[in-house]
């Protein structure tokens, strides 16, 4: 049975892109007669707005989404900390005391998530402290796993390669679980099987893909799908205050309609789509 999944982050209200993110995820587990579930990644504690929860339902519902919710990520930090000391063990983790403005110094390369971590601090045995991060050791996680595909249904078989990336953070400090190592356990937890997002996302698939091989979790497909983008051809981002579909709710304006305009490819003036 397909499953999908729009997982949203409670440190804003959802705009028109989630809406169509959450509406992509939602058709494609309907017309495959199978399950559409929510889950709210709250784990940026300091980030997060706990009030805004329910009106994630409320705007769902009023799209007229049907879902099954399932636990938050902040219920399952026990299960991360399980990973993190099974990845510890095993040496795939290191830490690493490095502030972001040494690691900006030093870096040589960038890449889809800035400046690449130049492993300043591999092989330097630091103790791991709260005041430490853990970083994938890069290196010995592709020895580890080798050659490991994953298959988007719009860009095909990819080989996951982390050297775009280099050793990424996969435990910030305060022992705080990353966005990639939360979202490929979760999917795992919840039984994904195919990862609904958007195309600015398919990069970090690399990541995840090479993280699902070394926990022996079950591979899902990827299902990148393309971007609303504004009129200076941006992606809509709570960061930059894009319009709550909240406030069309609020306003008495037709949530099913709305959601069906969107389907049709009837955005709001200055919205267009376009890949990332």
Known sequence: MVVTRFAPSPNGMLHIGHAWSAIVAHDLAKERGGKFLLRIEDIDVRRSRPAVIDDFRRDLE???LEWNEVP????????????????????????????????????????PEGPIYPGICKG??????????????????????????????????????????GDVVIFRKQDEASYHLAVTHDDAQDCVTLVTRGQDLLPYTNIHRVLQSLLK??????????????????????????????????????????????????FPDGISLSKA
Request: charged fraction near 25%; hydrophobic fraction near 35%; include cysteine.
């Open 72 to 111: 938050t990520q902040s219920s399952r930090l026990d299960q991360y900390k399980r990973v993190k000391d099974l990845l510890v063990a095993q040496g795939f983790l290191y830490p690493c005391s490095c502030s972001r403005q040494h690691i900006i110094d030093s870096a040589i390369d960038h890449g």
């Open 62 to 64: 009023w799209l007229g």
């Open 124 to 165: 330097r045995h630091l103790e791991i402290t709260s005041e430490t991060s853990l970083r994938l050791d890069s290196e010995k996680a592709m020895c580890r796993v080798g050659s490991v595909f994953w298959q988007d249904e719009f860009a095909g078989q990819m080989l996951a390669d982390l050297s775009q990336f």
């Open 217 to 266: 979790l079950p591979v899902p497909r990827w299902y990148h799908h393309d971007l609303l983008i504004d009129k200076s051809g941006r992606k809509l981002s709570k960061s930059r205050s894009s319009e709550p579909i909240s406030a069309l709710r609020l306003m008495g304006a037709d949530g099913r309609r709305f959601a069906d305009e969107l389907r049709s490819g009837n």
